[in-house]
């Protein structure tokens, strides 16, 4: 489970050391840096895939997500007493990601490039990257070590092993280093982090693909787009708690049941609700509905991940659902780490009502802050140096 998330220099996310629980929640003002915290977390998962360099070139590059103020916010600034002015850089560019848990913990530092006649001269590359165990990062706990090209991991006695071969700069030790015999921390982590589960476009539009008959095998992981969503459905009936889908369905639409009707393998989802003479297909259900149980879905997998992470999971939902779906998130809780990034007071409440570590967001001079942490409030965190 993660414990703590770092960010520097992402955007609003100056200074960020977020302490994290099994059961979390976001909320914040529009604009105080909730959906940064967000992109952040994909930017983690999307190093073990070997694509945080290729996701901050899709938004722009490092210009255009490094935090936009100045380096230091002085007293006379914050104090009103004289304007925000740009002053001389004295550290180097760096934008900082990491998080650590019980087991493990991981850091990336990205910087500006080399300058070079390259065609790929704008691409962020990888300055420095460790990997070490348990919460906080310290020389005796370091596993694998990677400055610029030049990586080292250690072996089973402990002792210091350097790779035969040069990183590139766009090449997390993640996805080249990760390897059972040589570095088996590194393989482990890097699949931790790749059954992260993250839960933003569901679509539930007039062409949304859950509306319509599907080829149909056993999916125990909603697709990201929820097209597979009458299969998943039946899987969680088959070969998942089939009692918590039915009881999900009832609390939310008392009466109700759902089925998927399979024919020569296309499934096809129909919706019993009390009154009605015949079921509802998918084409037929509001956005509401059809969100609501996409998130079923998704909540109730049979094979929960390590962390799943939803954002704004109440668009299109009546506020009569929020509690059914703060229930059903609880639900997951106990198989995943959760976290919540939503706008919907009622669903904060329900969430921190059941024990979730409710986390809320604002913004002071451009910059995200956690209300009412201080900077002894927050957890241990050491970033490696360059």
Do not use: C
Request: charged content about 20%.
């Amino acid at each position: 489970m993660l414990t703590t998330l770092a960010v520097e220099n992402y955007r609003s996310l100056r200074h960020l050391i977020l302490p994290l629980h099994r059961l979390n929640v976001v909320i914040g003002a529009n604009g105080s840096g909730k959906s940064n915290l967000y992109r952040a977390l994909r930017l983690l998962a999307d190093s073990a895939r070997n694509g945080a360099v290729a996701a901050l070139a899709r938004e722009g590059g490092l210009p255009s997500t490094l935090w936009a103020g100045p380096e230091h916010l002085g007293r006379a600034v914050r104090e009103g007493r004289h304007p925000v002015q740009g002053t001389r850089r004295k550290g180097p560019v760096s934008l900082r990601l990491g998080f650590s848990g019980d087991e493990y913990g991981y850091a990336m530092d990205l910087g500006l490039p080399t300058p070079s006649s390259s065609a790929f001269a704008l691409d962020p590359e990888i300055k420095r990257e460790a990997v070490w165990g348990g919460p906080v990062l310290r020389s005796s706990t370091l596993l694998a070590d990677r400055s610029n090209a030049v990586a080292r991991v250690r072996d089973a006695e402990g002792a210091w092993q350097p790779m035969p071969y040069a990183l590139g700069p766009f090449d997390s030790m993640l996805s080249e280093l990760a390897d059972p015999y040589r570095a088996p921390d590194l393989l482990t982590l890097r699949e931790l982090i790749r059954s992260w589960r993250f839960y933003d476009h569901v679509r539930t539009d007039a062409h949304a693909p859950a509306r319509t008959v599907q080829v149909g095998t056993r999916t125990p992981v909603l697709g990201h787009d929820g097209a597979d969503l009458a299969a998943a459905l039946q899987t969680i009936r088959e070969i998942g708690d089939r009692d918590a889908l039915d009881k999900a369905i009832d609390h939310a639409f008392p009466g109700s049941r759902i089925e998927v009707r399979a024919q020569n393998g296309w499934f096809e989802l129909a919706f019993h609700q009390h009154g009605l003479l015949r079921p509802l297909t998918g084409a037929e259900l509001s956005d509401g509905t059809l969100r609501y149980l996409l998130w079923t879905a998704a909540l109730l997998t049979p094979r929960p991940p390590a962390l799943l992470v939803l954002n704004e999971p109440e668009t299109s939902l009546h506020p009569d659902l929020l509690a059914p779906l703060a229930d059903l998130v609880v639900t997951a809780s106990a198989h995943a780490q959760v976290l919540v990034v939503t706008h919907a007071a009622a669903l904060m409440a329900a969430l921190r009502d059941a024990g979730a570590n409710a986390i809320e967001l604002t913004k002071e001079f451009g910059q995200t802050r956690i209300v009412g942490q201080e900077p002894l409030d927050e957890p241990a965190w050491h970033w490696p140096k360059r």
